[in-house]
């Protein structure tokens, strides 16, 4: 009665035209978002994180759990666990693995670019460097969306903020 | 006529109530391909491609609401009430005319347009209810019983003046068919209530809830009972004095008016006693250094200079619906709900939340896609042009109440037809489609 879900998938949906499937020009539901979403590659629950921070949406319900082990200043491993839109799971699972492996002051200087596309300030060169994450660039033209695209990386934000802070203070001991 | 063939075939779902209902709205279907007034609203007529799907957030006006407010400030704009020379006492005449005309349209007479307060909209209104009358009658102990169902506007102003007050806030809850039951009513209602407060249409679900034995209820124990009309207005006559409330509230940018007006209509003795809720110009009789004097009802709850080109549009709006007449609205409507409620039954993807039987629907159809987040459905259905809302749609006790975190909301009003439920349908399986390829 209230919405309880069990059907997957359904016969005769799927009989679209091809175009439609895909989708307009400046769409965010790129083929790489919409990959992202389903087959979310660091969407697992980390076994020794050294940081984990939960990221809220209130409005939407989305809630994601983001961890990283960062071991000598690189950024070792990255994984979220929770629930959201599409959006916000598939730009969660994009940022974790462009800064799976990396410094985490360059994790820090993506996580920026990030934000600096969004408010539609970055140049086509820095895009480069966000990779698949720069897909998500037509989201500054759905205002109302931006907040799913941002969770995962403010949250990543939130936890580079106190890490580099950490190191900051143990640097000056 | 493709409409027909699945109406009969849902009717085989419905309950006795829903059956007759059912029957009128299956005649009624074929009407649905003609629409005859899409094009007295020119958002609508301008963007045919546009399946408008959100009118329980706000209904679309049609030109001669437009005109009206444009007409206004062009032949009688000046600052009404006070002024003493001709153009004010125009506007001064087009308030009271408005004023008159909602009395009447909340079966009423001319005689109780006094008790017709104008502010900005329901939100509001319930405040200014809440905020007034409940501040000076709550007191620690007593309770103020509402529905899980309300609107945000109709909670948070009675979760603060029961802080401020130390009364209770108590909640009616539905059952599992999204209904109030009178057992409910009356475990709820008693000695202790001051005031009922209710939704008289759900937002979510869709629902009327039945205020005359609400209010019935509420009576016997000698509580005050409010009504949020804001979701009934725009779909069913309403009579304040047959459903025998205390106050009753609404929006009039949801019943095809303009944004910025809203309506409280209160017991004159009520709001006679009531004080002020903001106070400034034109709600005195006379000001001293250290005191003021409040002017009668319904001044006193209209400080400041009123949206009067606003007022003057709602009256032109009302006129509309009348014109129209509710006859047709339901008409149509009931149309479009079975209609719409039995392509998505079809879509089993698609889960209905709220009762199974159209006929307890009034415009408004909630729903979720499987596994997909109502933010994507709604972003999605935006790129094949349908407008409808995604969220919780402002009322998340119910939705936390149901189990859900949010939902998609389709709503309907006479002005839709069978193109736009076709497009909603189309854009659902498209939204399916994308995420299973």
Known sequence: MFGACSTTKTEGVLNLPRERLFMAEGSIYTAALMEHNAHPDYKYEMEHPTHTHEGVNPSCGDDIILSLRVVDGIVEEAA???????????????????????????????????????????TDEELEDLGEAAELKSIALMPARVKCAELGWRTLDTILADSIQAETAKEEL | MAETRPILHGADMLTERGRAEWDAASVQVSALVDNPYKKDFPLLATKPSLAFLDSAATAQRPAVVLD??????????????RGLYKLSVEATKAINASRAHVARFLGLTDADACDIVFCRNASEALNIVAASYGASVLGAGDEVCITIMEHHSNLIPWQQVCERTGAKLV??????????????????IGPQTKIVSAAHVSNVLGVENNIKLLASIAHEYGATMVVDGAQSVPHLQVN??????????????????PLGIGVLWGRHELLDAMPPFLTGGEMIDSVTEQEAVWAPVPEKFEAGTQDAAGIYALDAALNYMENVGYDAIQMRESALVHTCMHRLSELDFVRIIGPEDPALHHGVISFNVCGIHPHDVSSILDMDNVAIRAGHHCAQPLLTHLGIESCCRASLAFYNDSSDIDKLINGLEHVWGMFHD
Do not use: W
């Open chain 2, 68 to 81: 009206a407010q444009r007409d206004f400030y062009e032949s009688m704009n000046a600052n009404a009430l």
């Open chain 2, 240 to 257: 304040v004095r047959d459903l025998d409330v205390d106050f009753f509230a609404f929006s009039a940018h949801k019943a095809f008016g």
């Open chain 2, 171 to 188: 909640y009616m809850y539905v059952g599992e068919d999204g209904m109030l039951t009178e057992e409910e009513m009356r475990a709820k």
């Open chain 1, 80 to 122: 979220f666990t929770g629930s959201g839109c599409a959006v916000s799971l598939a730009s969660a699972d994009i940022m974790a693995d462009l800064i799976t492996d990396e410094p985490v002051e360059e994790a820090k200087r993506l996580c920026d670019l990030f934000m600096k596309m969004i408010r539609g300030e970055a």
